[in-house]
C-alpha cells in the first residue's frame, strides 16, 4: 500500500458548506487505487478503493442510481 501522508486531498465537491457531509479522496495519485477519507477526521483511517471501482460507483451516483437520500 502506498503512503497516504503524502496524498494530495480534495473535497467532493458534493459535500455541504456546514461540513456534515464531507469527504475527500486523493483520486490519481497511486497506482490502481482511490482513496477516501473523513474531511472530518483527516488524521483518521482511510478506505482504498480499487480505482474502477470507485469510478463506477462515482458514475452510478452521478446517473442517480442510488436514488435520493
Do not use: H
Not at 31 to 37: K, L
Not at 42 to 61: H, I, R
Request: hydrophobic share 40%; net charge negative; charged share 25%.
Amino acid at each position: 500500500m502506498s503512503d497516504l501522508t503524502v496524498a494530495c486531498w480534495r473535497k467532493s465537491s458534493y459535500s455541504d458548506d456546514e461540513g456534515n457531509t464531507c469527504i475527500e479522496v486523493a483520486d490519481g495519485q497511486f497506482a490502481g487505487v482511490t482513496p477516501v477519507r473523513d474531511s472530518k477526521d483527516p488524521e483518521g483511517p482511510a478506505l482504498v478503493f480499487a480505482a474502477d471501482a470507485f469510478a463506477s460507483f462515482v458514475a452510478a451516483v452521478k446517473a442517480g442510481d442510488f436514488g435520493t437520500v
